[in-house]
């Protein structure tokens, strides 16, 4: 007699995956190798069209019709395109929707995205302190008051970051810069009144000196893996004095290079920069943000502290990232599913749309008579009845 393995059951089971992005994300990640490796494995990922010309309701309905899905991974923003997910879901819920818009919209903003790592409690053994830089809102950049009201009574130290408050993946939300010190600051918000930015919140987000290197961790699920990258060089107090009044724009820099081991990075490390952070207490701290967030396709940036190597900071945390770089992100993207889709509670679950209040009293009549049928009947388990 054969047993019939996992991966025999999923392959004999195939799961519909219905996938939502804009067309540069897809492009990168619905790679072939992945289609071919999720096919034989069971998984059939199917685009979803996406139509703007109709109506929000219309849209709606265009989705449900693409369905039955056993599930829904997107990264599609927008109150329209949360519409046509609550919609559809209405009609089944038994789809995952991977991720809910809800807990994806937590990550729109810089400061609530955050929030979630000063209420960890990570495990003591670890011997290291996790955090937020200090950081503030300026909500009116135009108002000269915002600069003594929010740096100089001591909120945030020089020099710090400047974000838009905002991060939805837009050009403009990736648009950052360095401000030495509250010279710096006015210089930026008056250019900023200049344009349409100009009434949008701006975030200072304090400026950790960290070595040149930000270590990004990938989540997928249960997954984690975490890799360095290059940051910006550790500033001294000689370069604050000779830097005095610039603003220094940057943008995405977490896809350059990987810094070249032993060279001369930061001002008196108290470490190696190089050095990765000890892989438990990576994996603790991703499934801290992980249930805090509710999410399972996001990636986040971790910094550790120059002078203090036990001491680290969350910076920036963002939804669906590159997979494609990770290596075997197709299989890692696979057995997720196949896993989250094969648990008792999914495994073998009809996609049957939800039934109508209508539909469900005729049922119950329906069952109501088959119970009545007398002796013998076979409307269920006799014992049910009175």
Excluded at 219 to 227: A, D, F, L, N, T
Aim: with cysteine; aromatic share 8%; hydrophobic share 35%.
């Amino acid at each position: 007699m054969k047993i019939e393995s996992s991966s025999d059951a999923a392959a004999a089971h195939r799961f519909r995956i219905g996938y939502a992005f804009a067309p540069k994300k897809e492009q990168s990640f619905i790679q072939p190798s992945l289609l071919n490796h999720a096919s034989q494995n069971g998984i059939d990922f199917v685009p979803i069209s996406i139509t703007d010309s109709s109506s929000s309701e219309e849209a709606a309905e265009a989705l449900i019709q693409q369905g039955p899905f056993h599930c829904i991974i997107h990264k599609l923003y927008g109150h329209r395109w949360n519409h046509q997910l609550k919609q559809y879901s209405s009609k089944y819920p038994q789809t995952l929707i991977l991720d809910p818009p809800d807990s994806i919209e937590r990550l729109h903003n810089r400061v609530s995205m955050l929030q979630v790592v000063s209420a960890l409690k990570l495990n003591s053994q670890f011997n290291i302190s996790v955090s937020v830089p200090k950081q503030v809102v300026l909500q009116n950049p135009q108002s000269p008051d915002s600069i003594h009201k929010n740096t100089i009574d001591g909120a945030v130290e020089f020099p710090v970051i400047a974000k838009p408050l905002l991060a939805n993946g837009s050009a403009k939300s990736h648009e950052m810069c360095l401000v030495f010190d509250p010279k710096g600051l006015q210089t930026l918000l008056l250019t900023t009144t200049t344009t349409s930015a100009s009434t949008q919140p701006i975030l200072l987000q304090q400026f950790v000196n960290h070595g040149e290197v930000v270590f990004k961790v990938y989540v997928i699920g249960e997954y984690v893996q975490c890799v360095k990258r290059s940051s910006l060089p550790d500033i001294s107090e000689q370069q604050l004095t000779a830097l005095e009044g610039q603003v220094l724009p940057f943008s995405q820099i977490s896809n350059s290079p990987q810094p070249q081991e032993g060279g001369e990075h930061g001002l008196g490390l108290a470490h190696d920069p190089h050095e990765m952070p000890p892989s438990d207490f990576v994996e603790e701290l991703a499934r801290g943000i992980r249930l805090g967030l509710k999410l399972n396709f996001f990636n986040f940036d971790v910094i550790r502290d120059s002078g203090n190597p036990h001491s680290y900071f969350v910076i920036d945390i963002n939804y669906f990232p590159g997979y494609a770089k990770l290596p075997s992100y197709e299989q890692i993207l696979t057995k997720f599913l196949l896993a989250l889709l094969t648990t008792p509670t999914q495994k073998d679950h009809q996609l049957e749309p939800a039934t109508t209040e209508e539909e469900e009293e005729e049922e119950e009549e329906s069952d109501h008579d088959h119970l009545g049928d007398g002796e013998g009947g076979g409307g269920g388990d006799a014992s049910l009845l009175p």
